[in-house]
């Protein structure tokens, strides 16, 4: 719903207070049912979502500092920085100090994570696999929804 076209005077349609009639829950519940599909084809790499998307990030861009990884990700250093340390545990990556300011910590692949790399390639064809959507539509859908997360960003108010 766009904002311009919607007064604080607009009465909301009754269906707007029903559950049903919440774009959250729709959108939560779908982020649900996209874990459960996300779940098995990790569980072959060992790894969780999160620790995923890192790996994805990281997979494009080896080296990014924290805050770096952290703003393409969206996430902030305090939920990223336990992550990284279960994926250095599990000797995926690794963390140093940058040599040029010591502030920052820079995150870099070992050869295990490079190497899983491969094998992850599974991961998004199942995932795309369990939509049933064609690929122009799961475009179409995934447009769409980083615009809504953009518009949405603009009305949220930094911490």
């Known amino acids: 719903m766009n904002t311009a076209s919607v007064s604080s005077s607009t009465p909301l349609p009754d269906a707007a207070y029903r559950l049903d009639g919440q774009l959250c829950f729709a959108l939560y519940a779908a982020h649900l049912a996209m874990n459960k599909v996300y779940r098995p084809l990790l569980a072959e790499l060992g790894l969780t979502y999160p620790q995923y998307l ?16 952290g703003a393409r990700l969206h996430l902030d250093s305090a939920t990223l920085t336990p992550l990284l340390k279960r994926l250095q ?18 995150i870099g692949l070992t050869d295990a994570g490079r190497a899983m790399q491969q094998r992850a390639r599974s991961v998004p064809e ?15 859908l995934k447009q769409e929804l980083e615009a809504l997360r953009e518009r949405l960003a603009r009305h949220i108010t930094p911490d």
């Open 89 to 106: 545990a599990a000797g995926l990556v690794t963390r140093t100090r940058d040599r040029e300011d010591e502030r920052q910590v820079r």
């Open 126 to 140: 199942g995932a795309v696999c369990a939509t049933g959507c064609a690929p122009t539509e799961l475009d179409t």
């Open 54 to 69: 890192v790996m994805l990030v990281l997979w494009e861009h080896d080296g990014l500092t924290v805050s770096a990884l």
